[in-house]
């Protein structure tokens, strides 16, 4: 069973930064697309960051030049690192598998973890 | 990036009655177009994914249709364990984007 377990997420001033971590089990971190999804209140899901396999990446609009997505295979680990952090960036943020069908990635996610919660305030 | 547009906002039903969800898309995503049912303080769980098919485990009363711009998610008869918020999602283009949501309510 896959599990997903988010970290790092807490209260900082605008303009601070934060790492977050999504710890792995039940897949091979380094052997999947994985995605980072955040959620402000109310609002809608966003997709933030996404690792693929081969180790390439793609950035959201709104975060490219200030998140930084890796992963530590030893650790089976993937992490978030957020600098020049804004208000607008305070949302929950989940790390999420992509749905593999017959050793096929798709852009879908099919495995999520409960959530950090980021909060950007002075 | 391709704006996913959900209606209505807000749908009362009761359990029992059918509930139809639609998602509009800026532009043409084919059929690369997920659905996702969220509950307070859980993640969003993946219900159908390219437009049409179940995702493991989802019970055959949720089903996904439509192509190009315009997708309906049909809950055929509503079990109370389905109140909660549902989004779509396009794969078609970077960003990936998700909709406003719908939320289904009693």
């Known amino acids: 069973e896959v599990h997903l377990v988010e970290s790092g997420g807490g209260l900082v001033q605008p303009g601070g930064s934060l790492r977050l971590s999504c710890a792995a089990s039940?897949?091979?971190?380094?052997?999947?697309?994985m995605s980072w999804v955040r959620q402000a209140p109310g609002k809608g899901p966003e997709w933030v960051s996404v690792?693929?396999?081969?180790?390439?990446?793609y950035y959201g609009d709104s975060v490219k030049g200030r998140v930084t997505i890796s992963r530590d295979n030893s650790k089976n680990t993937l992490y978030l690192q957020m600098n020049s952090l804004k208000s607008e960036d305070t949302a929950v943020y989940y790390c999420?598998?992509?749905?593999?069908?017959?050793?096929?990635?798709?852009?879908?996610?099919?495995?999520w973890g409960q959530g950090t919660l980021v909060t950007v305030s002075s | 990036e391709i704006v996913l547009t959900q209606s209505p906002a807000t749908l009362s039903l009761s359990p029992g009655e059918r509930a139809t969800l639609s998602c509009r898309a800026s532009?043409?995503?084919?059929?690369?177009l997920a659905w996702y049912q969220q509950k307070p303080g859980q993640a969003p769980r993946l219900l159908i994914y390219?437009?049409?098919n179940r995702a493991t485990g989802i019970p055959a009363r949720f089903s996904g249709s439509g192509s190009g711009t315009d997708f309906t998610l049909t809950i055929s008869s509503l079990d109370p364990e389905d109140f909660a918020v549902y989004y779509c999602?396009?794969?078609?283009?970077?960003?990936?984007?998700f909709g406003g949501g719908t939320k289904v309510e009693i």
């Open positions: 999420a598998r992509h749905l593999v069908v017959t050793a096929i990635f798709f852009n879908w996610f099919d495995s």
């Open positions: 999602q396009q794969r078609r283009n970077w960003p990936l984007t």
């Open positions: 390219d437009a049409s």
């Open positions: 690792l693929f396999s081969d180790g390439s990446t």
């Open positions: 532009q043409s995503v084919n059929n690369y």
């Open positions: 039940g897949l091979t971190v380094s052997s999947n697309y």
